[in-house]
Nanobody
Framework: VQLQASGGGLVQAGDSLRLSCAASGRPSSYTMGWFRQAQGKEREFVAAINWNSGITYYADSVKGRFTISRDIPNITVHLQMNDLKPEDTALYCC???????????????????WGQGTQVTVSS
């Protein structure tokens, strides 16, 4: 499966954005996740969803503010980001890994992201 992330932009603190990760191919055996990398920092896990079960897992830093979901007919995973903070500023990318769980995708080894990602910038 190949992935393409989109939906980033420049927003103010407290605003919302929805990122999309469109998949080509059938992701039925995959877990799909979002990672982000801020300038000068290591890439970190954000959220993941198992395509079959719909079970999700979140990083503590985004729990309660971000929601990951799957759009089955359009083979797309969305990341709804509410109450954005300046520390959410990063390049966001999506990844897919077969035969794993959403929680396991948060741990090492990190999955490789597809494509260039999409930039999210939150101003204070």
């Amino acid at each position: 499966v190949q992935l393409q992330a989109s939906g980033g932009g420049l927003v103010q603190a407290g605003d919302s954005l929805r990122l999309s990760c469109a998949a080509s191919g059938r992701p039925s055996s995959y877990t799909m996740g979002w990672f982000r990398q801020a300038q000068g920092k290591e890439r970190e896990f954000v959220a993941a969803i198992n395509w079959n079960s719909g079970i999700t897992y979140y990083a503590d830093s985004v729990k309660g503010r971000f929601t990951i979901s799957r759009d089955i007919p359009n083979i797309t995973v969305h990341l709804q980001m509410n109450d954005l903070k300046p520390e959410d500023t990063a390049l966001y990318c999506c990844a897919a890994k077969r035969f794993t769980t959403a929680q396991a995708m948060a741990g090492p080894p990190q999955s490789d992201c597809w494509g260039q990602g999409t930039q999210v910038t939150v101003s204070s």
